[in-house]
């Protein structure tokens, strides 16, 4: 299993960038990696997802490097919304589904 | 994502008591999968299954069972609860391994 390691916490001001890295050494050549957000008492939601370099969509980036053992998700200009929990995935197959304990976020005012 | 839905959203029992968590979608999905959140801490699969006729144990599948009665349809059941089980359930949806997964908006079970 491709397990993950992300910061427990991180504090970040609004309107500033927000990078979260996440660790996962032993991922496979057919894994992708996904990250979630997580409110409080609602279920994950999609944010994003890659397999290597760069990837862009309308609320984040995700930044693979050539190994592929880690990847960050970057936010660009958070606000107070953007305060919730962020969970890396390594997807390759449900048998290798494997949630981390995520990165709680806190934007402050 | 009102296309996962999840029964009961709050449920109280007791210790030893049988009890079944309900799941609906209305994505088309084939795979779906129940997760157990603790509090604080991340999501650990239970059970997952990619068809009606292909049903998996997840990371923590003990004192759990599960049912695939159609497409729409997965129930999770804990055949005699105890207070450790006491969480948050969540059901979830894709269309494929690496599909984005659609969350339920979760099931608060209570075990005194």
């Known amino acids: 299993l491709a397990k993950t390691t992300q910061p427990i916490s991180m504090d970040s001001y609004e309107g500033q960038e927000v990078n979260i890295t996440c660790s996962h050494n032993?991922?496979?050549?057919?894994?992708?990696i996904t990250w979630y957000q997580q409110f409080p008492s609602q279920g994950p939601r999609f944010i994003i997802q890659?397999?290597?370099t760069k990837v862009t969509n309308e609320v984040a980036s995700l930044f693979i490097p050539a190994d592929r053992k880690s990847s960050t998700l970057s936010l660009p200009r958070v606000s107070l919304s953007d305060t919730a929990v962020y969970y890396c995935?390594?997807?390759?197959?449900?048998?290798?589904?494997?949630f981390g304990s995520g990165t709680q976020l806190t934007v402050l005012p | 994502d009102a296309d996962v839905t999840q029964t009961p959203r709050n449920r109280i029992t007791k210790t030893g008591k049988r009890i079944m968590l309900e799941c609906s979608q209305t994505?088309?999905?084939?795979?779906m999968y129940w997760y157990r959140q603790d509090p604080g801490l991340g999501l650990q699969l239970i059970y997952y299954?990619?068809?009606?006729?292909?049903?998996n144990k997840g990371e923590i599948s003990d004192g759990y069972s599960v049912s695939r009665q159609a497409q729409a349809k997965f129930s999770l059941s804990l055949e005699s609860a105890i207070p450790n089980q006491t969480a948050l359930y969540f059901c979830?949806?894709?269309?494929?391994?690496?599909?984005?997964?659609?969350f339920g908006p979760g099931t608060r079970l209570l075990v005194l």
């Open positions: 979830a949806t894709s269309d494929s391994d690496r599909g984005t997964q659609y």
């Open positions: 994505k088309g999905h084939d795979r």
């Open positions: 299954s990619f068809d009606v006729k292909d049903i």
């Open positions: 890659g397999y290597k």
């Open positions: 032993n991922i496979a050549t057919n894994d992708y």
């Open positions: 995935l390594v997807e390759g197959s449900a048998r290798q589904l494997t």
